[in-house]
């Protein structure tokens, strides 16, 4: 049974003001629960139509369910973790940093790339979607808990950087012709727009990816795309 009360406190949670205000996110999906109760995360309250047996746990409907889920078909549970104050420490190493990417999907799904190719820690800018949205907790399926998110002034960060720093740009060196270091950062830029000339000024090597289509029309890469041939690059050397 779950009350209106807490239909109203969770529901508020879709909203980044009030996820800031509480320190509170919404994750949604076993497998994605599953990935956060096996982590440091601090589980709140969990909502479910079938037990998982910790604590904290509310047994509810799916028409109760339906109520607080974020999902147009919601999966069958439904958590509340506190927001990590993040910690991380960043050194020399290989960082993807984002300038103003909007789209939560996008934002899901670059988590998913840092996760999968090493890479420890995603520096955002202040106008970059927020990583706790419900919609980028559940493009991540998970991996959210091992990258770390900073959210800065990416034009301060990158101008204090040591390491060489790569933007994505149409008009870039080739980056299958290109020496890429083991460290370094690379920059992503917003959806419609690309990197923002503020931040192109700390841009010390600009590279692309070259189109192979005999007619060579598409105008751009979707950015999260772009992010995973770029990262597989870096990789390889």
Do not use: H
Request: charged share 20%.
């Amino acid at each position: 049974m779950i009350s209106k009360n807490q239909i109203k406190s969770i529901t508020r949670l879709k909203q980044k003001k009030y996820r800031q205000q509480e320190g509170l996110f919404i994750a949604e999906g076993v497998k994605v629960i599953r990935e956060f109760l096996d982590s440091s995360f601090s589980l709140v309250d969990l909502f479910t139509t079938e037990t998982f047996n910790v604590d904290n746990e509310t047994l509810i409907t799916a028409v109760e369910l339906k109520k607080i889920s974020c999902l147009t078909t919601p999966n069958t549970a439904l958590a509340i973790f506190k927001i990590p104050i993040s910690k991380a420490e960043i050194g020399n190493e290989l960082i993807v940093a984002l300038d103003a990417v909007r789209d939560p999907g996008n934002l899901g799904t670059i988590i998913r790339l840092c996760d999968w190719f090493g890479v420890k820690n995603l520096v955002c800018s202040s106008e970059t979607v927020d990583c706790y949205n419900p919609k980028v907790v559940q493009a991540t399926m998970g991996s959210l808990k091992r990258v770390n998110i900073t959210y800065t002034d990416l034009d301060l960060f990158l101008k204090e950087t040591t390491l060489p720093v790569f933007g994505a740009f149409m008009d870039g060196q080739n980056v299958y012709q290109s020496n890429l270091p083991k460290v370094g950062v690379l920059i992503l830029g917003n959806e419609a727009n690309g990197i923002s000339k503020t931040i192109e000024a700390s841009v010390t090597d600009k590279i692309s990816i070259p189109r192979f289509g005999d007619l060579q029309a598409t105008e751009s890469l979707n950015v999260a795309t772009a992010g995973a041939i770029l990262l597989s690059e870096f990789r390889r050397g």
